[in-house]
């Protein structure tokens, strides 16, 4: 019922910022949480960070607390992820999702197909 399509991806230097968008279509995303998630090489997809509908419940995974923010404007049916003091670790394919959220990507519905952000040192 709803596609996501992420983009804003590339390669940064360590330090560094980036601006994950995740555009919604088929349906409006203000019925649901938002949420994203990465998947580094080798390794089982963690969560990034999570949105309520409303955008006045954000969540974050330890590791990316106080660098990353997560933002929604649900008139544009568009979710961002605002990276910044990048660090190599931060090297992943990240996804954005639509489900009832927060941290269980097993609530989570619908998946974009994934950016990648590579982080060099």
């Known amino acids: 019922q709803v596609q996501l399509v992420e983009s804003g991806g590339g390669l940064v230097q360590a330090g560094g910022s980036l601006r994950l968008s995740c555009a919604a279509s088929?349906?409006?995303?203000?019925?649901?949480?938002m949420g994203w998630f990465r998947q580094a090489p080798g390794k089982e997809r963690e969560f990034v960070s999570a949105?309520?509908?409303?955008?006045?419940?954000?969540d974050y995974a330890d590791s990316v607390k106080g660098r990353f923010t997560i933002s929604r404007d649900n008139a544009k049916n568009t979710v961002y992820l605002q990276m910044n003091s990048l660090k190599p670790e931060d090297t992943a394919v990240y996804y954005c999702a639509a489900g009832s959220g927060p941290r269980d990507s097993r609530q989570y519905n619908y998946w974009g197909q994934g950016t990648q952000v590579t982080v060099s040192s």
């Open positions: 949105i309520s509908r409303g955008g006045g419940i954000k």
């Open positions: 088929g349906r409006t995303i203000s019925n649901y949480a």
